[in-house]
């Protein structure tokens, strides 16, 4: 059974501090990571893909991945308000496999003002 | 440039009927997959149909069953609602010339089964 583990939280920063946002995968062979971003009531919204080891930034999010340790994560620089959310991260089937994103149950962040 | 979307926004329906959810993908795209998500869990893969075929499968009943059209939208049905199927249903679209890389959600459909 492939898996995705998250931390649930819920996850509270203060406004402008990083918020670090952890993730890991059963599957060794897993090649693509998403992170993705749902307000409550609303549906993922893709944030950040990653592919290779290391980091890949993208404004004020970066995304580290490490595939030794099979471990994915998310920093938020300078959090905002606005960035309090629930922060899916999700694992791409590969092989037959391909079309099937996994997820975890997502990590609650809070941000406050 | 149209997104996914996803309709209707929000049903009701009572236990043993039956439900059609629609989706349109975003523009460019040729791969439709569903999922359920329930309260406070992640979103479950149901589906995908590619080239108006079932592609790949997860771990849910035969109730569940899916259509793609010519000009890639996607039916999803659900037979003999059961309470459990109570849930938000997500649709996806990807391209199958990028890998299915990246997949983006339309706003969902929000089931309760009464």
């Known amino acids: 059974q492939k898996e995705v583990e998250q931390n649930s939280g819920p996850l509270s920063v203060p406004e402008g501090a990083i918020a670090s946002l952890n993730c890991t995968y059963s599957?060794?062979?897993?090649?693509?990571f998403f992170w993705y971003r749902q307000y409550s009531g609303k549906s993922p919204e893709l944030i950040m893909s990653?592919?290779?080891?290391g980091d890949k930034e993208d404004g004020r999010f970066t995304a580290q991945l490490n595939k030794a340790s099979q471990y994915v994560s998310l920093l938020i620089r300078d959090s905002q308000p606005s960035d309090s959310a629930t922060y899916l991260c999700?694992?791409?089937?590969?092989?037959?496999?391909?079309?099937?994103?996994?997820f975890g149950k997502g990590t609650k962040l809070s941000v406050k003002p | 440039d149209a997104g996914v979307t996803q309709s209707p926004t929000h049903l009701i329906k009572t236990r043993g009927q039956q439900v059609t959810l629609r989706c349109s993908p975003k523009?460019?795209?040729?791969?439709v997959s569903w999922y359920q998500q329930a309260l406070g869990q992640g979103p479950q893969f149901i589906f995908q149909?590619?080239?108006?075929?079932?592609?790949q499968r997860g771990n849910f009943p035969d109730r569940f069953s899916g259509h793609q059209f010519p000009n890639y939208s996607s039916e999803l049905n659900v037979n003999a609602l059961l309470l459990g199927d109570s849930a938000l249903y997500l649709c996806?679209?990807?391209?199958?010339?990028?890998?299915?890389?990246?997949?983006?959600f339309g706003q969902g459909t929000r089931l309760t089964v009464v």
């Open positions: 999700a694992v791409k089937g590969y092989g037959g496999s391909q079309g099937n994103l996994i």
């Open positions: 599957d060794r062979g897993s090649q693509s």
């Open positions: 996806a679209s990807s391209y199958v010339g990028t890998g299915w890389s990246e997949a983006f």
């Open positions: 990653i592919y290779s080891n």
């Open positions: 149909y590619y080239e108006e075929e079932e592609r």
């Open positions: 523009s460019g795209h040729d791969t």
